[in-house]
Nanobody
Framework: QVQLVESGGGLVQAGGSLRLSCAPS????????MGWFRQAPGKERAFVAA????????YYADSVKGRFTISRDNAKNTVYLQMNSLKPEDTAIYYC????????????????????WGQGTQVTVSS
């Protein structure tokens, strides 16, 4: 059974930083891709960032470009989301997602492209 376990959420002041981690268990996604999504209260789940595991190519939502960085550590089988210059509008539950199939980087912004999801971790940015 595949599980994605997120960690690293919390409360931070505007302008601060957090690093989220996602550790898949049960299998690796070395031939696929991983993504981060977020869902704020009353809003739909929104794409944040994605990474092609083997190639390392990355893709970001415009709202986080230049502030967030997605990366992966092959040895630890873990994907990270480094979030800098956080804003109150970044407040949301952040979800890690994984797919075993990589088609192209563009489709990774669609949540339907992912089969596996974590339970989410809360990120709260105070003003």
């Amino acid at each position: 059974q595949v599980q994605l376990v997120e960690s690293g959420g919390g409360l931070v002041q505007a302008g601060g930083s957090l690093r989220l981690s996602c550790a898949p268990s049960g299998r690796t996604f070395s031939n696929g891709a991983m993504g981060w999504f977020r869902q704020a209260p009353g809003k739909e789940r929104a794409f944040v960032a994605a990474i092609h595991w083997s190639g390392g190519s990355t893709y970001y939502a415009d709202s986080v470009k230049g502030r967030f960085t997605i990366s992966r550590d092959n040895a630890k089988n873990t994907v990270y989301l480094q979030m800098n210059s956080l804003k109150p509008e970044d407040t949301a539950i952040y979800y890690c997602a994984g797919t075993l199939i990589f088609l192209n980087i563009i489709v990774l912004r669609d949540p339907d492209s992912y089969r596996y999801w974590g339970q989410g971790t809360q990120v709260t940015v105070s003003s």
